[in-house]
């Protein structure tokens, strides 16, 4: 008999198609819009600009006619382990102001912006370069109509702290107030999901609760097509990506001579 | 009037003289305060760091001072715990230098954090989890008892001795300075080994994570070892670089040997269990990774001469001729073993912070390279420079050498 789905502890996460992704950014401007995400006259500077969902490009680097091209976009892996079978993300277990915590009840890796001292211990903890650190004062031009954009439900950064993707955390606020009003306690599928998601023109990005055995992330992540990055580190990330072609599979961790091992003959 | 603060006897240099020899580093720290006042005031967009930087050349002058500042806790635990009585004469110039590195490395953290007001947040909210909080805890600790270490040295000036309380004072201290020997032995334990730990834990990242024993891995125990290899021999270039300026014998120098031989075994210890944790990093941790040695050394400057060099030039040459009494009792020899010493440690601790970071771990992602801007340079030697001018003042005004006079007699 199947375990029964426990309704007060979540999973968020997320599945992330590489095949449908086109690599439009829409993730990327969608995510910025959403949290408040400052930015920089002179964006040029990509190792100081934040930003939370990040598009890589790779490539099998081959010569035409065989060179391919993926993108792989990469909000935070919002991890439930810190590679050595504590439960905490990386980030979380080196945090020494506790600014950052993993919350059991929804599996988010949340950051406290007014507790963060900025000692940057996280962001030297993450192999994904997911934690941004502000090194400026948080800037919006002026009389380019973009502080009217702000949403009033994500609260701007100050210097000197770090941030990150939160899973757009508000949301599942909004969600949650709006369940409860309705009388409700638990979540419908996609009542909750996260900016990026909703933005994907392409539909790559499916966010769900993988806890939930209904909802499509839990059925995506079965796939042998699907995979994490850098999985064998064991940070055992909440983000998983799908990719039918070998060499982005082999793309997303570090394999010795002879270890990869290629998906053959799936049905269906 | 300020020969009124100096003994007569020893002789020291004139004021002009003095003043002219402390002007280059009054001038660096200007430097330093203007960089420290720029990022405090612009915000750390003034240094090179970056979010795959996020340590950076500040954090390597952090780990670098405060491991050579070794020489302080385990010098007072060798004089007051072991009961080696030769070191006595050296004691002085020990705490003073453990309380130089220890300070300086606590003013340039507080430059380095985001947000310094909320420093207190450590204690405040501390995650029991990081090994940070243990750093922070036992640095902040171990400063209080470097200055009560250093009071009765202050106390010992010609001046403040006139006054009785002051002088009464100062003596009680020192009958109580075992126990203070103590606390700080057990302290620096802690932080020197929470400082590798710091790294050992980043489970994420290959380059740096270790195994280990309970919630300690093997850089802990590694840190704390070889800080107190290269500690003594930081002691001693001190002393005998202010043995040189001053043209005079400063300590005897069966002290000297006494740290030598001592700093010797250690360091032998030291290299084999860095030999062994080095063979189980290539061979355990990394293939578990996924990835090969020559992986981590592929790109970039920081090729595998940076590991050849820590563990045989700086490593095993210096261990064998610290070992070898004939050899450490020429002084060239014990000079030069002294610095691979001191280098070795500062391109370990650079190492498990600077390469650590500039190594990608994602396969996809690029190997960054990073070049401090002049802020870092100046908050990084004003540390430096201010060490050197207490270390000046603490020489001329204060009896840091007991044996000094007696070897002077001549």
């Not at chain 2, 070889?226 to 202010?242: Q, V, Y």
């Not at chain 2, 210096?318 to 500062?346: D, E, F, H, Q, V």
């Not at chain 2, 908050?379 to 050197?388: D, E, K, M, N, P």
Request: proline residues 5%.
């Amino acid at each position: 008999m199947e375990k029964e789905h426990d309704h007060t502890r979540h999973r968020y996460g997320m599945v992330i198609d590489l095949d449908k992704c086109t690599g439009c950014g829409t993730c990327m401007v969608a995510c910025a819009a959403e949290n408040n995400v400052s930015v920089r006259p002179d964006e040029s500077d990509k190792e100081r600009s934040i930003t939370w969902m990040q598009l890589y490009k790779i490539t099998n680097g081959k010569e035409f006619p065989e060179s391919e091209v993926c993108y792989f976009p990469r909000p935070c892996m919002q991890c439930e382990e810190d590679g050595n079978g504590g439960k905490h993300s990386p980030c979380v277990s080196v945090c020494v102001a506790t600014a950052t915590e993993i919350d059991h009840e929804t599996g988010i890796v949340s950051q406290i912006y007014t507790r963060c001292i900025g000692c940057r211990y996280c962001q030297a903890a993450c192999p994904y370069h997911a934690r941004f650190f502000n090194w400026w004062d948080t800037y919006f031009p002026k009389g380019k109509g973009l502080e009217r954009y702000l949403s009033p439900e994500v609260s701007v950064r100050m210097r000197g702290v770090v941030e990150k993707c939160t899973f757009c955390h508000h949301r599942y606020m909004r969600a949650k107030t709006k369940a409860y009003a309705e009388g409700r306690k638990t979540l419908e599928e996609g009542e909750y999901i996260t900016a990026c998601a909703e933005a994907c023109p392409a539909q790559a990005i499916t966010f769900g609760d993988l806890n939930n055995p209904d909802h499509a992330v839990s059925k995506l992540i079965k796939s042998p097509y699907a995979f994490r990055l850098l999985e064998r580190l064991n940070t055992k990330p909440k983000v998983y990506y799908l990719s039918k072609r070998d060499w982005v599979r082999k793309k997303a961790d570090n394999f010795l001579p002879g270890e990869f091992k290629p998906v053959f003959k799936v049905k269906g | 009037m300020e020969s009124t603060l100096i003994h007569q006897e020893p002789k020291r240099c004139s004021t002009r003289t003095f003043f002219l020899w402390t002007l280059p580093w009054i001038l660096i720290l200007g430097w330093g305060g203007l960089s420290a006042f720029l990022c405090l005031w612009k915000g750390l967009n003034q240094t090179n760091m970056s979010n795959i930087f996020a340590f950076a050349l500040w954090i390597v002058f952090d780990l670098g001072v405060i491991a050579l500042g070794a020489g302080a806790f385990f010098t007072g635990f060798l004089t007051y715990i072991i009961g080696k009585k030769e070191l006595k004469s050296i004691i002085n110039a020990a705490v003073i230098i453990g309380f130089i590195c220890y300070s300086g490395a606590m003013a340039m953290l507080g430059i380095d954090i985001g947000q310094p007001l909320r420093g207190w947040f450590i204690f405040w909210h501390a995650n029991i989890h990081s090994m940070l909080v243990e750093v922070s805890f036992c640095i902040t600790c171990y400063l209080s008892v470097l200055t009560i270490e250093f009071l009765p040295i202050i106390l010992e000036n010609k001046k403040l001795e006139e006054i009785r309380g002051l002088r009464l004072f100062g003596h009680n201290l020192h009958e109580a300075m075992a126990i203070f020997a103590a606390t700080g032995t057990f302290l620096s334990f802690f932080h020197q080994g929470s400082l590798g730990g710091m790294f050992g834990v980043m489970h994420a990242r290959p380059f740096a994570a270790r195994g280990g024993f309970y919630i300690w891995p093997w850089t802990f125990f590694l840190f704390v070892l070889s800080a107190i290899a290269a500690g003594p021999c930081f002691t001693i270039l001190c002393t005998k670089l202010t043995e040189k300026l001053t043209r005079k014998k400063l300590v005897p120098d069966d002290a000297i040997q006494s740290l030598a031989k001592i700093s010797g075994w250690l360091l032998s210890i030291y290299m084999i269990l860095k030999i062994a944790d080095t063979l189980g990093w290539i061979y355990g941790i990394l293939p578990k990774a996924g990835l090969r040695l020559m992986d981590c050394y592929k790109e970039g400057p920081y090729g595998i001469w940076m590991l050849i060099t820590e563990i045989i030039i700086c490593g095993i040459i210096p261990a064998i001729i610290l070992m070898i009494p004939k050899a450490r009792k020429k002084m060239p020899w014990l000079i030069t073993a002294s610095i691979l010493n001191c280098i070795g440690i500062l391109i370990n601790r650079f190492v498990f912070i600077i390469v650590s970071l500039a190594i990608p771990v994602m396969p996809f992602d690029r190997f960054w390279s990073y070049v401090p801007t002049w802020q870092e340079w100046g908050v990084g030697l004003a540390i430096i420079a201010y060490g050197i001018i207490v270390f000046s003042v603490s020489y001329r005004y204060l009896p840091v050498f007991p044996k000094e006079r007696e070897l002077n007699m001549a």
